[in-house]
């Protein structure tokens, strides 16, 4: 069974002539059209610095942070055993006594 | 037992000194407040430039959609009804012929068949031909929006990764120095800390006059210089 376009192929054909007709007409509107209508994207696109070098500024600056973070827990660490090591200390002079 | 209480006391000590000296600056909480912020103005900023970026391909797009319903489509109408002879057709004189690949007297018996295949071809491809120049006009446009879109989307999201990367670690200085104030009020030792970073402030501010004082001395100096020149060139 032919489908819609096989069986409007040949009008189709003619249609299209037709539009080369019209374009080709308003050819010097339409060039006008798109000049005033068109974007220069360099001219607005962001100038970011270069991927390597900021990924290697984001690189450093989380290796610090994991630092500060295992930092921050070795030192609550400490602090915390140090205060079980008082309040055994405390519970081993109240034996001794 | 009084041994074991001295041997804590300068392990604390030594710990308390430690987080003292290691920690002379200060990270207020502001600071950590402030990065997070800027995390949500950034967002804010963002969802702004993309509906600027949006809006203004919008109007060209407007720009060229009435160059297509008012001047374009209209003329291609006017030409396709000559080229299409739709008045013909409407008259009953031709039908199209796929067969023939041209307009053709209808067969007798089979007039309204032929009239009814020859409008439903002949606007057919004039919608196909309308929608093609459309997507000629339109789809550089939303090529351009969406490079353009993506550009801005790609740099905005290295702010945000820059800005949550500064956030963390600010927010990580801080647990350092929130443990090391818990340690050091432990010890009753915080206060010196905050002593410690005033009379640095204080420091500061001293150096930065002595500076100033030092550069005015140096300009008066080169002042002098050039005087002195001045004076034994005019001896020679």
Sequence with gaps: ?97 | MKQIYRLLGILFGLIGLGFALTGCSTVPKEVVELSYRMGEDLSALHKSYVKLVHDHFEMLREERMQYLNDEWTPMYIRAWTEDGRLLDVAKGEVVWSEKAGDFVEPIAGKEEEGLLFTIRSWSLAAVEEIEAKKADLMNPLNAQEDLLLSWVNDAFNRLYRGNSAITAHLNSLRKVQEVQDDALAALHLKDLRDKINNVLVTASDTAKKELETVRKADGLLQEVKKKLQKKTENKK
Excluded: W, Y
């Design chain 1, 1 to 97: 069974m032919a489908s819609k376009k096989d069986e409007t192929h040949g009008m189709r054909k003619k249609a299209k002539e037709t539009r080369k007709k019209v374009d080709e007409t308003l050819k010097d509107r339409e060039v006008e059209l798109l000049r005033i209508t068109n974007v220069d994207l360099e001219s607005v696109r962001p100038q970011i610095s270069d991927d390597a070098s900021f990924n290697k500024l984001i690189g450093a600056v989380n290796e610090a942070t994991q630092r500060n973070e295992r930092l921050a827990d070795l030192k609550k660490r400490i602090i915390d055993l140090g205060e079980e090591v008082i309040k055994v200390a405390k519970e081993v002079a109240g034996i001794i006594k």
